[in-house]
């Protein structure tokens, strides 16, 4: 029987001796047990390994044994180490590996550091022997791997108080011999041998950078390395490493030289090997690729260059863990920040732009929020026309964090495409008790220069070109390739016919793409325009301009181009990441539009519109170019209604500017020189334009808000709505509400004298703000064509009606869709989705004026209706199609054919109780509720009925495949008459169950029963951590439910509700409730801390006691208290999140 150590070789499957023949293949000792193993195998495969480790055992020189016996064994400090150190690894000799993955450990570095200072006064560093280089390269590479806070080589760093005595010849000389006698090859350059660099990289990956601020830019250029190998299918050293050379941008300056890009290069090859190896062994299995290498290839960590001890190896494993399991197709998702790109769609270059909002950020970068709860972000500005609803949830930091956490709340792997670059991303930030703050998403600002330089994006595949913005202006970059988009009217220019790879025309865009390979300039139309240069493939060098204004002037600029400054000006220049500077000579040149250049000295006192230029005087080229409309210091422009029609414009600060109203919707009369009176003809305005003219120079165009003695509600484009108006969601996408003083804004269903939910305005309130607040009022009525109302508290004027749809449910007449275009407005079109494929909208074709047909592609029940942009417009109206799309199986979708209505409900309704056994039973429900892009969830029949199936709408949130998923899967809870922490606490259980039997079932083919049920345990702790930010009482509920332990370190009861009461005294009183009679009446007990306080006053204080008690199964909560949950939930989410956890198990244990 063969026997290595503790190893029974005799026990091992074929599969495994090749793993640890490949391990240990110049073990000569093993080598002869595995062969006697071998012998009495008769397998192929033991075959083929055994010819493999007999030419292994060849290889190796025998000693005869008499002559070694002959020959004494020399000693001494050096060859003992050496001796030690390798035998230690069952190897007699160096066998060729790196250094690092001889894996030295602590007493062995501070042996070899003893050694070290033993051979120094006998000289021999400075005159080498190979013995004495082996250990000095040994040593060195060692230092480099544990020691070195960067990643600049110097030969004196590892031993300060030695080898600066040893002269460079020398310790040349020893990492050479040294080298030869680890059997590793010196690396040599363009400038000849790498001694230092040769070392430096025998240790593998610098630890310490890992731990100095790295790890965030680090791992984003190793992910763009391996998206860009993956989408390539690149695999070689050679090729990786081209694509990291392009991607050395991504890296702090101080460590884009060859050797660490090296050493990055190496580290991808080898995860893109164990990233395959990994999904090859998974096939289709749900477990990550860094748990199946941990069961099936228990040392995969041996073969990567960045060995790192015990101790130290929380450093690494989210680093390794992310790169080798996150997603690598498509774009990425991680991060805070707004992403402009070119896309080609259908062979048409287009904006897009990709918003990330899955990371964290610091609170130097967010205006002042409040330190604890939760901070909701919501689209304004163009960005609302693009998307809908919440964005992203911002987490207040905690304990000892330092960064605010972000997370999504929509799909960030979604392009918005015809996204204007002169558009700035911005959102308002809304928290209760805060009052709504403008921001503007990270890297979202406005693009205003005529050139912008992109580059390919990791993302991008032939299929579907994508690049993704660098900068704009003059650009050096070591991207290989780089995209130019500049103007039509503009020439480009190279000293090379080479470095211009090809030009294409852009006429929807008025621009041209310019693809270069090498150095090329571009010149504007103008007869003294200054060059721009872009440069690919050489070193990065950022310099932008700075200009520093938060004054508020009371309007913004109707030039999309144009940015604004207060005069005088003194503009700074930021070179990278560095501290913003004042401009050298020759760098920034100033004029009026038209005018001549003029170099800036100091600051600029002028006003109106300006241009500024900057500049390399070196290379003769302009960096960037920007148009600025500048203000006098105490500038601004107010803008008043003195009735529904006719108000005033007045200018203060601007001694000797003039104004004028050019709208024909008005007529003026200038009362003075800073005062115009004006009347509205018609609709009125709420943001009406003017044109300003400075005392020199040109005039700007300027939006001034209107500011009216009553509340109103102004649209996207100026217009105010009248009292009695009716409109639809869609209208009201980019609408504000706008009033002179601090007021209260109610939306209820119509005609309800309770319930709803409220907010402050004080000035500007986006409605955007309380979009999810019609979604849930509109969700709680029976019919889609009930309306709701929204009200300013205490007016008497009619209420605003509110639509879920603005048009009529379309006719379906002879296989036909009838709709006249003229009816509806502009920007709509008639869409069909297929029910049993949801994922997609097809476009209907045009038949005959009025008369539209389907695609052929569109099969079995569709749902048709009106699209404009984002916006769903028209009830859905179902049609049955012949054929059915072969795309989803299952007990579910076979019931969406049922024609009566209480039949096909009963049978869905049968099919979720059951869908956990139903192999891929979710998936369609998956693709349902995260592609719904504007439908209400309602139009499904499967997803109306989920609420009465608590396990499978329990379940769908389970089986959501990232963070954007989840946070769709939640938000249904604002289109159905659902709330999550209402569920029963039964059917969290049997949801948790069904979820780990489901995964155990699907991993124990590959893992065994034991670990298979180890990793879904694993998983759903995962799960708890993944879903709790979304709600922090679900910790409560998990706990409850034995997934883990429940928060210890909430505040009581008793403070919580005076807390609450405490937040509440400065909001609206709503009057007197009757809640705690109501609820004595049903037979639930309210605990004596809401009791002890004036309950009577403060409805809210019963928000958590209705979730909990639901939860518990003792009491089922009626829509109107329902709306009262939602409405607190709302305004302080935190109370109602940390009560919750007190009351379940206050209703737990009665």
């Known amino acids: 029987m063969g026997r290595v150590g503790s190893v029974d070789l005799s026990r091992l499957p074929d599969e495994q001796l090749c793993e640890i023949f490949e391990q240990r293949r110049h073990d000569a000792q093993f080598l002869d047990e595995l062969n006697r193993e071998l012998n009495m195998r008769e397998s192929d495969e033991a075959l083929e390994l055994q010819f493999e480790v007999v030419r292994a055992r060849r290889a190796f020189t025998r000693v005869p044994q008499a002559k070694a016996e002959e020959r004494p064994r020399q000693s001494g400090p ?155 299918r690149v695999d070689t050293l050679q090729e990786i490493l081209e694509i990291a050379e392009e991607e050395r941008g991504r890296m702090r300056k101080s460590y884009q030289h060859a050797d660490f890009v090296a050493l990055c290069s190496e580290l991808v090859e080898r995860l893109l090997d164990l990233r395959r190896s990994a999904e090859a062994e998974g096939g289709a299995g749900n477990v990550r690729n860094s748990a199946l290498l941990d069961i099936k290839r228990p040392g995969w960590r041996e073969d990567l260059p960045i060995y790192v001890p015990d101790e130290d190896e929380a450093l690494v494993a989210e680093l390794l863990t992310g790169l080798l399991d996150e997603k690598m197709a498509g774009l990425s998702t991680e991060g805070v920040e707004a992403r402009r790109f070119l896309a080609k769609i259908d062979g048409q270059w287009i904006m897009a732009l990709q918003l990330l909002a899955d990371g964290e950020i610091p609170p130097s970068k967010l205006p002042n929020l409040p330190t604890q709860g939760r901070v909701r972000a919501v689209p304004t500005g163009e960005l609302s026309n693009h998307l809908s609803g919440e964005l992203a949830l911002f987490e207040a930091p905690m304990g000892e964090q330092r960064r605010w956490r972000v997370l999504p709340y929509t799909r960030t792997a979604k392009l918005v495409r015809n996204f204007p670059f002169s558009a700035p991303v911005t ?15 990270p890297r979202g600002e406005s693009l205003r220069s005529d050139l912008l330089v992109f580059r390919e994006d990791e993302g991008s595949t032939p299929e579907k070109p994508l690049l993704r913005l660098l900068r704009s202006g003059s650009v050096s970059s070591p991207h290989k390739t780089l995209y130019v988009l500049f103007p039509e009217d503009w020439s480009i220019g190279s000293a090379s016919e080479a470095a211009i790879a090809e030009v294409e025309v852009l006429p929807h865009l008025a621009r041209k793409l310019a693809r270069l390979v090498g150095m090329a300039y571009f010149r504007g139309g103008e007869s003294d325009s200054i060059r721009f240069r872009v440069e690919p493939d050489t070193e990065g060098r950022e310099q932008e301009l700075e200009f ?72 003769n080229i302009q960096i960037e170019r920007r148009l600025v409309a500048l203000f006098p210091v105490g500038a601004h422009v107010s803008g008043t209604m003195k009735d529904a029609r006719s108000g005033q414009i007045r200018l203060e600060g601007l001694p000797g500017w003039t104004a004028s109203i050019a709208d024909s919707s008005c007529v003026t009369d200038q009362i003075d020189a800073t005062t115009i009176s004006f009347r509205f003809l018609g609709r009125p305005l709420y943001r009406l334009p003017i044109t300003i003219r400075p005392p020199v120079g040109q005039s700007c165009e300027i939006i001034v808000p209107l500011v009216g003695r009553d509340g109103a509600i102004a649209l996207s484009d100026g217009a105010i709505l009248e009292p009695g108006a009716q409109v639809d969601l869609g209208t009201l996408r980019g609408a504000i509400a706008i009033s002179p003083w601090r007021t209260v804004l109610h939306v209820g269903a119509k005609g309800a004298r309770s319930g ?3 907010a402050a305005v004080d000035g500007e309130l986006p409605l955007g703000v309380l979009r999810s607040a019609f979604d849930e009022i509109l969700a709680s009525l029976p019919f889609q064509d009930d309306l709701a109302e929204l009200v300013f508290v205490g007016d008497t004027r009619l209420p605003i009606l509110i639509s879920r749809y603005r048009s009529k449910q379309l006719v379906h007449e002879n296989g036909m869709v009838r709709w006249s275009e003229t009816a509806s407005g502009s920007g709509i079109q008639p869409v069909a989705k297929m029910v049993l494929d949801p994922r997609h909208e097809h476009a209907l074709e045009p ?226 409730n009757d809640l705690a009679a109501r609820l004595r009446e049903t037979g639930l007990n309210v605990p004596p801390e809401i009791l002890s306080k004036s309950h009577e006053d403060f409805a809210g204080l019963f928000a958590p006691v209705l979730l909990a008690a639901s939860a518990q199964g003792k009491l089922t909560i009626e829509p109107d208290l329902a709306l009262l949950a939602r409405r607190t939930l709302r305004e302080d989410p935190l109370y109602v999140s940390r009560a919750y956890a007190h009351l379940l198990k206050f209703y737990g244990s009665k």
């Open 847 to 1072: 038949e005959a004026f009025g008369l539209w047909r389907f695609p052929e592609r569109c099969k079995g029940l569709c749902l048709v209706y009106l699209r404009q942009g984002v916006d769903v417009v028209s009830r859905p109206l179902p049609v049955q199609r012949p054929s059915s799309p072969e795309v989803h199986t299952g007990n579910l979708v076979s019931t969406f054919t049922i024609a009566d209505y209480a039949t096909r409900q009963a049978e869905i309704g049968h099919a979720l109780n059951g869908i956990g056994q139903d192999v891929g039973g979710f998936s369609w429900l998956l693709e349902a509720a995260t592609h719904l892009n504007g439908l209400p969830a309602s139009a499904f029949d499967a997803l109306k009925v989920l609420p009465s199936c608590p396990e499978a709408l329990i379940g769908l949130l389970f089986n959501a495949r990232d963070a954007g998923e989840r946070a769709l899967i939640w938000s249904l809870q604002n289109e159905l008459p659902i709330l999550w922490l209402e569920l029963p606490l039964s059917a969290w259980r049997k949801a948790l169950e069904a979820n780990l039997t489901a995964i155990s079932t699907l991993l124990e083919p590959i893992l065994g029963a034991e670990k298979a049920a180890t990793q879904a345990l694993g998983r759903l702790a995962s799960l708890r951590s993944e879903l709790t930010p979304l709600e922090p009482a679900l910790a409560s509920i998990f706990g409850r439910v034995g997934m883990g332990g429940e928060a210890t370190n909430i505040p009581s009861l008793k403070d919580l509700t005076a807390g609450y009461i405490a937040s509440q005294i400065h909001r609206s009183n709503e009057g007197r």
């Open 427 to 441: 959102v308002t930030l809304t928290s209760p008790g805060l009052a709504p703050c403008p921001w503007i998403w």
């Open 548 to 619: 520093r204004s938060s004054t508020t002037l009371g309007f913004d600029l109707g030039d999309n181009q144009c940015e604004l400054a207060i005069s005088p000006v003194s503009p700074l220049i930021r070179d990278g990441g560095n501290q913003s500077r004042p401009p050298r000579a020759g760098e920034l040149f100033y004029r009026r539009p038209g005018a001549k250049w003029a170099e800036t000295v100091g600051r600029i006192d002028v006003s109106g519109t300006v241009e500024f230029s900057l500049r390399d005087p070196v290379a």
């Open 78 to 232: 050096v060859r003992d180490w050496l001796r030690a150190f390798l035998a230690a690894r069952n190897t007699l000799q160096p066998d060729s590996r790196p250094l690092y993955r001889y894996r030295m450990t602590d007493r062995e570095f501070e042996g070899v550091k003893e050694i070290l200072r033993y051979l120094a006064p006998e000289g021999r560093l400075v005159t080498p022997d190979d013995r004495a280089g082996a250990l000095f390269v040994a040593y060195c590479a060692e230092w480099f791997r544990r020691e070195s806070n960067s990643t600049f080589l110097r030969w004196n760093d590892p031993a300060p108080d030695l080898f600066p005595a040893i002269p460079d010849s020398c310790k040349r000389d020893l990492a050479d011999r040294g080298l030869r006698y680890w059997r590793r090859d010196l690396r040599r350059s363009e400038s000849g041998r790498e001694f230092l660099l040769s070392v430096a990289l025998e240790g593998g990956f610098p630890v310490r950078i890992l731990s100095s601020g790295a790890r965030a830019w680090l791992r984003d250029y190793l992910r763009s390395i391996m998206r860009r190998a993956i989408a390539s």
């Open 756 to 758: 709803g939910l409220s």
